[in-house]
């Protein structure tokens, strides 16, 4: 006999898929995840579209499943993926191969918009009647909320924040411009940057590179280099969420993706720069600025919303 009644939501990044069964509180009940390999890159939407298959299959011979909700970084419209630059799709009917296979209803929509509205819900921006979500990954995606909904004009996404441009023929971007504010504020760009400057190589993970400068405080050998790099880092990614308080006057600001990880290490010294220096029109000092409550699954729960 099968379980209790429960949803499932998917959370597609540039380099990894996430599934899970949450129940009607948005508790994550559980959860798979699969990091994405280039070879498997090289085929996304069979990898995208088998794992999704394979792992419904597996939470519906568990629990009751009532729907299904996806969230994708990118545009879409109608199910179909007009454009994903971190995944390299274009105009891809995803709910369209899902249903072939899946007898449940399906919806899709922006991966940060869905971890939004977890947080609107759920998390940080629960106490908040307007707020600014921003999500640090691959790239960085944005979310507004104004009087507790989520700001939209249709199914397109619209607050492509990652895609602002902050320097002017700047870093190429992904996208076909230059100078995008995820090229210089991302986690990856910060990850990117730092991996190069210590000259290691580029599958050292986020966490190595948090213990490493966990490792060279003040006075050590590579304490110049890594502060070098953070102090960079926090620049252009304070200019950048100043000009959307500047514009959007929002009581908090909230940061989710894997920029979490590094709270301890960013958070006072963005906050700094943000509310002590002379970015802001409105020196507000009450405006809060805090990283997500729930985490990387904030997308995943959030998807399960859309239902």
Avoid: W
């Amino acid at each position: 006999m099968k379980g209790r009644k429960m949803k499932i939501g998917v959370d597609l990044g540039g380099s990894h898929i996430a599934i899970g069964a949450v129940d009607n509180n948005g508790k994550v009940i559980e959860k798979f995840e699969k990091r994405i390999t280039k070879t498997e890159k090289k085929n996304i939407k069979k990898t995208i579209e088998e794992y999704i298959i394979e792992k419904t299959k597996m939470l519906q011979e568990k629990y009751k499943i009532t729907s299904m909700g996806i969230a994708i970084p990118g545009t879409m419209e109608n199910g179909v993926i007009l454009k994903s630059v971190n995944l390299e799709l274009k105009n891809y009917p995803l709910l369209d191969k899902l249903k072939e296979c899946i007898d449940i209803p399906i919806k899709i929509k922006n991966d940060t918009k869905c971890a939004a509205i977890a947080e609107n819900v759920y998390g940080a921006l629960r106490e908040y009647n307007s707020g600014i979500f921003l999500t640090l990954g691959t790239g960085i995606g944005g979310a507004i909320i104004i009087n507790n909904k989520l700001l939209e004009v249709g199914e397109l996404p619209g607050c492509e924040f990652g895609h602002m441009i902050i320097q002017k023929n700047g870093l190429q971007c992904n996208c076909g411009k230059k100078g995008c504010f995820e090229k210089y504020a991302s986690m990856k760009a910060f990850k990117d940057n730092l991996r190069n400057v210590l000259n290691l190589d580029e599958k050292t993970s986020g966490k190595d590179l948090l213990d490493i400068i966990r490792k060279n405080p003040q006075g050590s050998e590579n304490f110049n280099k890594i502060n070098k790099v953070i102090e960079e880092y926090m620049d252009n990614l304070s200019i950048g969420i100043s000009n959307l308080i500047n514009i959007f006057e929002p009581e908090a600001v909230v940061i989710g993706g894997s920029f979490v990880f590094y709270e301890e290490i960013f958070m006072n010294r963005l906050k700094e720069k943000i509310l002590k220096g002379n970015l802001l029109f409105n020196q507000r000092k009450e405006i809060i600025i805090q990283t997500a409550i729930l985490g990387n699954d904030a997308g995943l729960i959030g998807a399960t919303l859309l239902n």
